[in-house]
């Protein structure tokens, strides 16, 4: 089983930097996909950004695309989700997940970490 906590949410201004950390622990394998998912108040949940465990290669919502950069530690099983320019539009519940092959989803969640874009 694989367990995700995600850590490093916070109350921030607008146009401030937050850089959102996901621990997974478990047995180790090889990792298909990690991915960002954030649920903002009266809103359903929305993808954010992903990356492949093995080579990297990363897939961004367009509303964060410039703003946000996905990136992972392989050694240390950690993704980061590394924010800049944060608008109040970005205040969400922020989720990481991982799904372990094509044909599957996001099964593997964490706990959710807050982060709050004041104006």
């Known amino acids: 089983q694989v367990q995700l906590v995600e850590s490093g949410g916070g109350l921030v201004q607008a146009g401030d930097s937050l850089r959102l950390s996901c621990e997974a622990s478990?047995?180790?394998?090889?990792?298909?996909?990690m991915a960002w998912f954030r649920q903002a108040p009266g809103k359903e949940r929305g993808f954010v950004a992903a990356?492949?465990?093995?080579?990297?290669?990363?897939g961004y919502a367009d509303s964060v695309k410039g703003r946000f950069t996905i990136s992972r530690d392989n050694a240390k099983s950690m993704v980061y989700l590394q924010m800049n320019s944060l608008k109040p539009e970005d205040t969400a519940i922020y989720y990481c997940?991982?799904?372990?092959?094509?044909?599957?989803?996001?099964?593997?969640w964490g706990q959710g970490t807050q982060v709050t874009v004041s104006s």
């Open positions: 478990g047995r180790p394998f090889n990792y298909l996909n």
């Open positions: 997940a991982l799904k372990l092959s094509p044909s599957a989803s996001y099964t593997y």
């Open positions: 990356i492949t465990w093995t080579d990297g290669r990363t």
